[in-house]
């Protein structure tokens, strides 16, 4: 019989080569034993439905999913299932960072220190992605594939936050840039707005593992350099997408639902800037119904940066 010790072994030694084959986020609560099922090829029960995989949803909401009569929608959108069920909280957990051979993260304290003083020193954007590319205090910098700082244009009137760069965005290296990114497009076209009108980034510039929510440290670490990317691109709006930048930017606890749609106020530089939250686009991916809000919130936006000063 094995001892416990001899199974803890053993257990480490299949994490060990887990990591080794890439895997770094578990996808469902139960192993499949695709041996065992020798007529299904490996992974078929996870692919997506090719709708949702292609379609990227028309916005604003067309017909009744818009600011109809009494902003009452008149067509009913219902939500199609995720293809498997996910943990608690609709998240894929992953397991701790897996440190590339060589990379030590700094200790947090001594972290966002060290943020404050490079990303103050940063004269210029390019100046700022260089500090972020040598910075080593971030643990999310460990496993992603490339750091994803902004995508648009270096001074906009306009800058968007998310929440932190996923699969396609860590490939090539720009935020939403994947499915969330192209309805983001969509969201900006039905208000006037192209790529180079507004600067669009994250709250944190590297891809946690799994597609989990940063943590506070990991978005607390990244802080200074949002701060001063802010006043670098000298934006007269900030629109923060989803719950977790909301929380990051305006330093409050409440959910999204609560606080989406309410300008408020923030200090950028010793320069007040009027910021906006609204849903997240791969919220409205899944939750067509709710993208009447968001586009209740993207109006409000453009008459905002209509009566507003020109840069
Ligand atoms: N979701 C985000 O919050 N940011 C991205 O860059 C992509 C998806």
Not at 93 to 100: E, F, G, Y
């Amino acid at each position: 019989m094995q001892s416990d010790a001899d199974i803890h072994a053993l257990a480490a030694t299949l994490l060990d080569w887990y990591r080794e084959m890439g895997v770094d986020a578990a996808v469902a609560d139960h192993a499949v034993d695709w041996l065992a099922r020798g007529d299904v090829a490996p992974g078929a029960a996870f692919r997506l439905p090719p709708s949702s995989v292609e379609r990227i949803p028309e916005f604003p909401p067309p017909g009744g999913e818009g600011l109809g009569a009494g902003g009452i929608p008149t067509s009913h959108v219902r939500e199609s299932p995720p293809p498997f069920p996910l943990p608690q909280g609709g998240r894929v957990a992953s397991p701790r960072p897996d440190p590339r051979p060589g990379f030590t993260a700094t200790p947090p304290d001594a972290a966002e220190l060290a943020a404050r003083t490079v990303a103050r020193n940063a004269a210029s954007l390019e100046e700022l992605e260089t500090a972020l590319a040598a910075f080593d205090g971030c643990g999310l910098k460990a496993t992603a594939k490339n750091l994803c700082f902004y995508r648009g244009s270096p001074r906009a009137r306009l800058m968007i936050s998310g929440e932190a760069p996923g699969r396609d965005e860590d490939l090539e290296g720009k935020p939403f840039v994947g499915r969330a990114g192209q309805l983001l497009d969509k969201m900006l076209a039905a208000i006037g707005l192209k790529e180079d009108d507004v600067h669009i980034t994250n709250v944190v510039y590297w891809r946690p593992p799994g597609n989990r929510t940063p943590t506070p440290q990991e978005s607390q670490v990244c802080r200074p350099f949002l701060e001063r990317q802010m006043e670098l691109v000298e934006p007269d709006i900030v629109l923060l997408l989803g719950g977790a930048a909301a929380k990051q930017v305006l330093d409050v606890t409440e959910g999204i639902m609560r606080i989406r749609g309410k300008w408020r106020e923030i200090d950028i530089g010793g320069r007040p800037v009027r910021t906006m939250a609204t849903l997240h686009p791969a919220y409205l991916l899944r939750t067509p119904a709710a993208k009447r809000q968001a586009w209740r919130d993207l109006l409000a936006v453009q008459a905002a940066l209509e009566s507003g000063p020109a840069k």
